[in-house]
């Protein structure tokens, strides 16, 4: 069974930063793909950045581009967001989502991703 447990969220100032984990386990994902969602509150789910577990693919949506970078720790299983001079149109639960394809499309859809994490909560105030 896929687990995937994000953490790191938290509140901040505007134009703060935030590192967040997800943490994976109970699969080996070197053929999966992986993704970062968020949800603000009143507001569908949206993509963040997605990459092949490897590293070779990256792909972030343009509203984070040049602030949030993506980084993983494959020893660890475990894919780190790092969110710089965040805003407050940052603020909503991040998800962490992963599927079972090396070459998921990019931007990523949430309807397509196999396996998601609880959540964790970023909130930026003005």
């Known amino acids: 069974q896929v687990q995937l447990v994000e953490s790191g969220g938290g509140l901040v100032q505007a134009g703060g930063s935030l590192r967040l984990s997800c943490a994976a386990s109970g699969r080996t994902f070197s053929s999966y793909s992986m993704g970062w969602f968020r949800q603000a509150p009143g507001k569908e789910r949206e993509f963040v950045v997605g990459?092949?577990?490897?590293?070779?693919?990256?792909y972030y949506t343009d509203s984070v581009k040049g602030r949030f970078t993506i980084s993983r720790d494959n020893a660890k299983n475990t894919v780190y967001l790092q969110m710089n001079s965040l805003k407050p149109e940052d603020t909503a639960v991040y998800y962490c989502a992963v599927v079972r394809s090396y070459t998921a499309a990019m931007p990523m859809s949430p309807d397509g991703m196999d396996y998601w994490g609880s959540g964790t909560l970023v909130t930026v105030s003005t």
């Open positions: 990459t092949t577990w490897g590293g070779s693919r990256i």
